[in-house]
């Protein structure tokens, strides 16, 4: 069973940048989809961006041309640049294996810790 890990969230100003990591363990995530998502406190889990194991994209509607995905084979590992975070960027952001390439929750498992971004104003 695939397990992912989650790092590089913290605290930082508004307009700063962050690059979360996905490393996965116990199995190869190459031919997989790999979804980010985020949850702020009070609030829905909501699709963030995704990418599939062709490399292509897909964006989430809050933070397209702010946020870059992109994966690193070799290292079993999914990036998320985070460019020009606002305050409304705060949340828990976790990363999941997709069964396909999807906005969806549903067809994501399993599913890492999260790890946690705030953004002050």
């Known amino acids: 069973q695939v397990q992912l890990v989650e790092s590089g969230g913290g605290l930082v100003q508004a307009g700063d940048s962050l690059r979360l990591s996905c490393a996965a363990s116990?199995?190869?995530?190459?031919?997989?989809?790999i979804g980010w998502f985020r949850q702020a406190p009070g609030k829905e889990r909501e699709f963030v961006c995704a990418i599939g194991w062709t490399g292509t994209i897909l964006n989430g509607y809050s933070v397209k041309g702010r946020f870059t995905i992109s994966r690193d084979n070799a290292k079993n590992t999914v990036l998320l640049q985070m460019n020009s975070l606002k305050p409304d960027d705060t949340a828990i952001y976790y990363c999941?294996?997709?069964?396909?390439?999807?906005?969806?929750?549903?067809?994501?498992?399993?599913w890492g810790q999260g790890t946690q971004v705030t953004v002050s104003s």
């Open positions: 116990g199995g190869t995530i190459s031919s997989s989809a």
């Open positions: 999941a294996v997709g069964s396909m390439l999807t906005r969806s929750q549903t067809y994501y498992a399993p």
